[in-house]
């Protein structure tokens, strides 16, 4: 489905290779990330979550990676296969309130076969 | 578990026309969240409910919409009068608790066009 902007950034990445997708976010009083995938025709899907007391924080094939200094998180998914294609949204909140997530503009993951 | 559950899943309607979208919360889920998307804006917040009282409707783009969740497994969105520029996916999304730290669960949206 519709998901993106015109200019949204594009990531082609060789099946089985790693990949990375960045995010820089935009308020330093945020202190929790997530990690959002959505594919053509579906909702935003949760993926995997870390909050600004870690650097870092893995799942199953998937590491997030979070630099407060430069508010910069960065996904990786290890030996990305084809149903990884999707769009990827870095999304942030602030704790202390009810939980406003902001999400950012995304990045279309393509997986070469 | 069914999900979120949207409908309909498409809406084509004309300029001035009233549009209901419907959303139907994961049951036990205390907390909804209307978001639409267009490819210029991305994904932005519009109302969100916690324990079907509206909390934050600061992303409501003006009065033409309109938000209610009269019990705890039922919300509608509308826009009246429609306007071409409200063509976007609306997604409904809900979440165990509005507090920090938790997953929201999104529907499969509803894609509107208004000609």
């Known amino acids: 489905g519709e998901s993106v902007g015109l200019h949204l950034p594009t990531l082609s990445v060789q099946e089985g290779d790693n990949s990375i997708i960045n995010c820089a976010y935009s308020?330093?009083?945020?202190?929790?990330f997530i990690w959002y995938k959505q594919e053509s025709g579906k909702g935003p899907q949760f993926i995997i979550d870390i909050r600004s007391n870690m650097d870092k924080r893995q799942g199953q094939r998937v590491t997030v990676l979070l630099n407060k200094t430069v508010k910069h998180l960065s996904l990786q998914i290890a030996a990305t296969q084809p149903g990884d294609s999707a769009v990827y949204f870095c999304?942030?909140?602030?704790?202390?309130?009810?939980?406003?997530?902001?999400f950012g503009t995304g990045t279309k993951l393509q997986v070469i076969p | 578990d069914a999900g979120v559950i949207q409908s309909p899943r498409h809406e084509v309607t004309e300029m001035g026309q009233e549009v209901t979208l419907r959303c139907k919360p994961i049951?036990?889920?205390?907390?909804l969240f209307w978001y639409r998307q267009t490819m210029m804006r991305g994904l932005e917040l519009l109302i969100y409910?916690?324990?079907?009282?509206?909390?934050?409707d600061s992303g409501m783009p003006e009065d033409r919409f309109s938000a209610k969740m009269p019990n705890a497994s039922f919300s509608t969105l509308k826009i009246q009068p429609s306007e071409p520029r409200d063509s976007a996916v609306y997604f409904c999304?809900?979440?165990?608790?509005?507090?920090?730290?938790?997953?929201?669960?999104f529907g499969p949206g509803t894609r509107l066009t208004v000609l």
């Open positions: 409910f916690n324990n079907n009282v509206p909390i934050d």
């Open positions: 999304a809900s979440s165990p608790s509005g507090q920090f730290g938790n997953e929201q669960f």
């Open positions: 308020n330093s009083a945020s202190d929790y």
């Open positions: 049951s036990g889920h205390n907390s």
């Open positions: 999304a942030e909140s602030i704790s202390g309130g009810y939980q406003k997530v902001t």
